[in-house]
């Protein structure tokens, strides 16, 4: 039996503290730990959004801002991760329905990376297309069964591929200094034939509704794409932000200074700083919660119109900044030893302004589409 929605987030707190422990290990082995994956699928968090149909329990789509913000929380690279495997089991649907069977059929889930930018070249063939290039940014990749893909085809539409994880040769190439735990290696297919009903518009796919969404009542799979990416992102960096304060607040209870002895909780700035710090996690996760609100209202029928794109769009990218400059602040107060390679601190401050700096939240692009906006010039930025 599926797991309700309090059940879901009972067993996201229950492995936490696991995935803590693991995080370290995993940003040496620059991928997520397969003992989180495995935990993940068995405590029915990468199933959450699955149709009924398939054995899925079709939570709410709030349950998926608690869920991801605890466990990004206690490990940002496999909060990350489990973002990508709960939220992009709702991509299936969008597919025709020959592929919902294929790839919920046997498991009742699927562990899909999604390299949504158009990098393949997909030229059309008979009873499908056939695909070349590089997926890049492949997030996901290192445990996955199947893999999406974007893809040019040669009229000039954008179009989405799903192909068995098997048909692309995974490439070791991801040595970054933040979120070094994800894996997120890039793919490539060389020649790789994908059968019609495993394709996609990317237009339709954006916009929401599919001939495959359409045969389930539950609006959520026919969700906008990018009001899924920014329920993606937010919970992400909200939960990465509260893992720092965790560790700052640690640092803070046992720091005493150098040469003076001073006990650092004791003084007065400290205690200024840490309340600055909580609450600019408090109005983080209070924006969060605000994106996850309009996410709902257009869920329930509210159009998704300019206006509305670039509210979620600046909500989301506000909040990576504002948590970008709360951790580099944190880590400013928190004195030279806090960058030793063991200590937690360090490594979710190279988590946070990296995934702080993803496309989808760049925050000079986000303000420059609003002014555009208000001065009635085009708004020619392809990601909101």
């Known amino acids: 039996m599926p797991n309700t929605d309090s059940e879901l987030i009972q067993r996201a707190r229950e492995i936490a503290p696991r995935i803590r422990a693991r995080a370290a290990e995993a940003a040496v082995r620059r991928k997520p730990h397969d003992d989180s994956i495995q935990e993940l699928i068995e405590t029915g968090i990468v199933q959450m959004f699955v149709p009924k149909r398939w054995g899925g329990a079709e939570a709410s789509l709030s349950t998926a801002l608690e869920v991801i913000e605890i466990i990004s929380e206690a490990c940002p690279s496999t909060g990350w991760i489990a973002a990508f495997y709960i939220m ?111 394709s996609a518009a990317m237009g339709e796919f954006y916009e929401g509704p599919t001939a495959g969404s359409r045969l389930y009542d539950n609006p959520l799979y026919s969700i906008p794409f990018f009001v899924l990416v920014y329920c993606t992102f937010a919970p992400v960096i909200v939960g990465c932000l509260k893992g720092a304060l965790r560790a700052y607040e640690e640092t803070v209870e046992r720091r005493v200074r150098n040469f003076t ?9 400290a205690q200024i ?26 869920l329930a029928g509210r159009p998704f119109t300019v206006d509305e794109r670039l509210k979620l769009k600046g909500l989301t990218a506000f909040i990576s900044k504002h948590s970008r400059e709360t951790v580099n602040a944190m880590m400013g107060a928190s004195g030279a030893s806090s960058f030793h390679n063991d200590q937690a601190l360090q490594r979710i401050w190279r988590d946070l302004n990296t995934v702080s700096v993803h496309a989808f939240v760049d925050w000079d692009a986000t303000r ?3 002014g555009k906006h208000h001065l009635g010039l085009p708004l020619t930025y392809p990601l909101f």
Request: no cysteine; proline share 4%; aromatic share 10%.
């Open 88 to 198: 992009h089991n709702i991509y299936v649907p969008k597919f025709p329905e020959r592929a919902h069977e294929e790839l919920f059929g046997k498991k009742g889930y699927v562990l899909l990376p999604a390299a949504s930018a158009p990098n393949m070249k997909a030229r059309k063939v008979d009873g499908g297309w056939e695909l070349s290039g590089r997926a890049l940014w492949g997030s996901g990749v290192m445990h996955a069964d199947w893999v999406m893909i974007g893809g040019m085809a040669e009229d000039g539409q954008q179009r989405g591929f799903l192909l068995p994880v098997a048909q692309v040769q995974v490439e070791d190439n991801w040595h970054f200094a933040g979120m070094s735990g994800t894996g997120s290696n890039d793919y490539v297919a060389t020649n790789v034939f994908v059968p019609d009903h495993r």
């Open 368 to 370: 420059e589409l609003h």
């Open 261 to 269: 002895g001073a006990v650092v909780k004791e003084q007065q700035h």
């Open 273 to 298: 700083m840490l309340g600055e710090f909580q609450i600019a996690t408090r109005a983080a996760d209070e924006l969060a919660r605000a994106v996850y609100g309009h996410a709902a209202e257009i």
